[in-house]
């Protein structure tokens, strides 16, 4: 069975060709955005990965204490079987928990993401990647647990995605990233937590990535409020700056009948940069995340919209909080869960991070 890191240089879901139908196509494969029914054009041997939609951050507005934390990845699912000329894959993409907005004072907790299933023509073989759970609000500091990843069922590998952040200090309040994708089976993927004793307001951790955690605030803060985001190497607590990536050499082997049926050119880049998590904001805007890295938390007293730090392709969203107006948690990447969001300004307004929607990837492995 092929490995996240071996099909994603293989080059298939990399500049990708978008089409009306929700269908994108490398040159060696697909990646399916939009519930639909796809026949295969040629009998083959193929790789198909299933993911879940990511549950929506959770968002609080008090004046006071408040908290919220960051939803759950989507689960993974992950086959390799055959199938034969003109048989069709009948497939459901789960949606991504949507955004909420929290008007004046008050919680509401985030939205679970959508199941992912793929289901061949006799129906032997049937992959289902539950969403993950929404994170949840409240209006005091306490202890509030992440939005729960979603499990997987009926594949060669079956994972259960990251958790969104939790929150374990009575004292302490803040917003937490969302978990990433456990495209790998063994590694912590989890949206930064909170733990700290200090009574510091205003923390905000990154999203967690399919390699690593997003950093967490063990420490009493003197001025690190804001974490960043997982990444390809370990993240640092207590740190502001995301986990650093990676390149990565692509190789495009073959599968030019199935260009044949859907006429897209062939795939041209030769290297890509992944696994980079977003560097936290603190009094201000973070940076990007790269694909397959978590979004940074961003801490803001400036006015105006304050925006969390998305995710890349399955990684989470970044955590925000701001004391003066409006703020927005990080966006989850494909199948990721979003940030949270706090706000002081209960005059004003505070929008959850969306969690991504869910996606199947199909890899050609052999023409058979």
Same mark, same amino acid.
């Given at each position: 069975m092929s490995t996240l890191t071996g099909l994603i240089s293989a080059g298939g879901s990399l500049n990708p060709t978008s089409s009306a139908s929700g269908i994108s196509f490398g040159k060696d494969g697909f990646i399916v955005t939009a519930s639909q029914t796809l026949t295969m054009p040629a009998a083959a041997t193929i790789t198909a990965i299933c993911v879940g939609g990511? @549950?929506?951050?959770a968002a609080a507005s008090q004046s006071t204490a408040y908290c919220a934390t960051g939803g759950g990845a989507g689960g993974y699912c992950q086959k390799?079987? +055959?199938?034969?000329? +003109?048989? #069709?894959?009948?497939?459901?993409?789960?949606? *991504?928990?949507?955004?909420?907005?929290?008007?004046?004072?008050?919680?509401?907790? *985030? %939205?679970n993401g959508g199941n992912t299933t793929l289901? +061949? *023509?006799d129906s032997s073989v049937t992959l289902t990647a539950n969403g993950g759970s929404g994170g949840v609000g409240a209006l005091s500091a306490g202890v509030l647990s992440g939005g729960a990843g *979603?499990?997987?069922?009926?594949?060669?590998? %079956?994972?259960?995605?990251?958790?969104?952040?939790?929150?374990?200090?009575?004292?302490?309040t803040g917003a937490t990233g969302g978990g990433a994708v456990n495209s790998q089976g063994t590694n912590d993927c989890d949206g930064g937590d909170i733990s700290t004793g #200090?009574?510091?307001? %205003?923390?905000?951790?990154g999203g967690g990535s399919p390699f690593n955690r997003a950093g967490d605030v063990t420490t009493n803060p003197v001025t690190v409020r804001s974490t960043g985001g997982g990444g390809f190497y370990d993240t640092v607590d207590?740190?502001?700056?995301?986990?650093?990536?990676? +390149?990565?050499?692509?190789?495009?082997?073959?599968a030019d009948v199935f260009n044949s049926k859907f006429a897209i050119s062939s795939v041209g880049s030769d290297s890509l940069a992944f696994g980079s998590g977003g560097n936290a904001g603190n009094g201000g805007s973070g940076t990007a995340a790269t694909a397959l890295g978590g979004g940074g938390g961003v801490r803001s007293t400036a006015?105006?919209?304050?925006? @969390?730090?998305?995710?890349?392709?399955?990684?989470?969203g970044g955590g925000m909080t701001s004391s003066s107006q409006r703020g927005i948690g990080g966006s989850g990447g494909l199948g990721a869960g979003g940030g949270a969001a706090i706000n002081t300004n209960a005059s004003d307004f505070s929008d959850s991070g969306a969690g991504g929607s869910g996606v199947v990837f199909i890899f050609i492995e052999e023409i058979l």
């Open positions: 990511g @549950g929506g951050g390799t079987f +055959n199938v034969s000329l +003109n048989e #069709d894959l009948t497939i459901v993409i789960g949606s *991504g928990g949507a955004v909420i907005r929290q008007t004046g004072s008050g919680k509401v907790d *985030g %939205n289901t +061949n *023509g *979603g499990t997987a069922t009926g594949g060669d590998a %079956n994972y259960t995605g990251g958790a969104g952040g939790s929150i374990s200090s009575t004292t302490s #200090d009574s510091t307001t %205003n923390i905000a951790t207590d740190s502001l700056t995301g986990s650093l990536g990676v +390149n990565i050499d692509l190789d495009v082997p073959f006015g105006g919209v304050i925006y @969390g730090v998305g995710g890349g392709m399955f990684g989470g």
